[in-house]
């Protein structure tokens, strides 16, 4: 990649789906802080993980997503490795319990990889498929035929490559729900009484690579069998307070820094929803605008107010549309290869001026491919 926009700023609007834009001030005090943490006289990579210096970071961390997703008493937060994709079998591998299959709703490539791997561990069920309509929408709650002995029900709430997104969290009675929310996470309130379990890795909405954040209700953390490999229990990680080994430490300092400018600058996530509203409000309303131009993918009810995708008339269009889009310093615009079309990742650190700058692309390249 080459881009060099013309007013000199060497930051683009990066559109990627993720690892995804951080907020600009984040950088910057991770940047003035990298060789020497105020008071510590070391970068924070260079510190014990059991130093006073970063286990006030990683209390700051915990708290700020306690705080600013209102989590109840009960349940506790884990910061741990190997990404969404350690999950799907960290799930599956300490609450599948008894006979109980595990239920998935499949609505798009990620909750059909969750399921896949779930399957090799158990039995597992797709209590809903949207695969034979291009997974294209989500399901009404009142579709949902869930059994009442099932270990869990897992759901995405939202699907990162085909861009649909939950409005609401399906209903799974006192079945308890688990939640992929990698590339939701902390974009807007939700009420976490309702779930048993949820996971995001940090590198779409949250922070860099490296870690995972895990919201578990605390009589779930019972399911850990003492037979599990000690770094595949839940039950370890928390008594152990995500410090069971190295944590990666300088991924949980910028997940701090993230909630902290959710905190200060973007008025918590009531204010950063009302914002993701807006943006991608801005995108949909063009599609909507142009349907005999741009198709958008999901279903209007469905859409996901983080990643915006639709297709042009042709797949030349669509190279053409890229490659122009990344000479005007918007990148990464072109949809998951498994997909193709277009895909705008526009999460929480996607400043609504970048919106603005691809809405406007997309009406002058529309006014020039008819
Ligand atoms: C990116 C993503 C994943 C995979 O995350 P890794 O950290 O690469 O394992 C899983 N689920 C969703 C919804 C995602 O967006």
Redesign the pocket.
Known sequence: MNVTPADGNPRVYNFS??PAALPLPVLEQARDELLSLPGCGASVMEISHRSDTFLRIIESARNRIRHLLEIPDGYTVLFLQ???????SMVPMNLMHGEGRSEFIVT????K??MHEAGTLGPVHAVWDGEEDGFNQLPETGQLSLDPSASYVHF??????QGLQYRQEPDSGDIPLVC?????FLSRPIDVSRYGLIF?????NAGP?GV?VVVIRDDLLERSSGSLPAYLSYQVHATHNSSFNTPPTFAIYLLDLVCKWLEDEMGGLGGMAKINQEKAGLLYELLDNNEDFYLAHARTVDRSLMNVTFRLPSETLEKDFVEQAEKNGLTNLAGHRSVGGIRASIYNAMPTSGVEALRDFMEQFRGGGR
Request: aromatic fraction near 6%; charged fraction near 15%.
């Open positions: 789906s993720g190997g990404g969404a994709r350690l999950q799907f798009g490539h990620w909750s990889a969750a995405t709430s939202n699907e990162t490559i992929d929310a990698s590339s939701d995001a890795c940090a590198q779409k690579a995972t």
